[in-house]
């Protein structure tokens, strides 16, 4: 079983940056990519970043291309989320996840092992 950290959430100002990170533990999984999800109050989960371990290969939702950035670092076992040029409706709780695939890559049905959340509050 998988155990997956978020942190670095917390409250900025419009335009401002903030640096997610999610750390990967535990035994007897096994997964090829990672992805960061949000939720907004009132609103269904989405797909924000994902990135396959192997390759590298990242995909952005339309949304926030040009402004996040994943990456990972494979000894630590740790994603990131670098998000930049913050706006307001970036609040959300995000998520991270990770799973086995090749497809769906911001779809939630291709992650099998999610953690519990970093809130992101964007104010103006």
């Known amino acids: 079983q998988a155990q997956l950290v978020e942190s670095g959430g917390g409250s900025v100002q419009a335009g401002g940056s903030l640096r997610l990170s999610c750390a990967v533990s535990?035994?007897?999984?096994?997964?090829?990519?990672m992805g960061w999800f949000r939720q907004a109050p009132t609103k269904e989960r989405e797909g924000v970043a994902s990135i396959y371990f192997g390759s590298g290969d990242t995909y952005y939702a339309d949304s926030v291309k040009g402004r996040f950035t994943i990456s990972q670092d494979k000894l630590k076992a740790t994603v990131y989320l670098q998000m930049n040029s913050l706006k307001l409706e970036d609040t959300a709780m995000y998520y991270c996840?990770?799973?086995?695939?090749?497809?769906?890559?911001?779809?939630?049905?291709?992650?099998?092992?999610w953690g519990q959340g970093t809130q992101v509050t964007v104010s103006s």
């Open positions: 535990g035994s007897g999984y096994s997964y090829n990519r």
């Open positions: 996840a990770a799973g086995i695939g090749d497809s769906d890559e911001l779809r939630e049905r291709g992650y099998k092992y």
